[in-house]
């Protein structure tokens, strides 16, 4: 599975826990919003995370 910005955003989008997490990442590690759009997916979709299923509907 790729990793694909305009799918993680719809993801975000859709979900608002994703989005709280998001503004968490950005704010704790200082990031850019692609670049936490990038960790958050590496910790909650990639390789049997939680949202895996819901990224790979999109």
Do not use: C, T, W
């Not at 998001?22 to 670049?35: A, Q």
């Amino acid at each position: 599975m790729q990793y694909s910005k305009p799918k993680m955003e719809q993801l975000v989008k859709n979900d608002a826990e994703l989005k709280k997490r998001l503004r968490e990442v950005m704010k704790e590690h200082d990031l850019e919003k692609s670049f936490a759009l990038k960790a958050l997916y590496h910790s909650v979709v990639k390789d049997g995370g939680i949202y895996q299923k819901a990224y790979q509907e999109l």
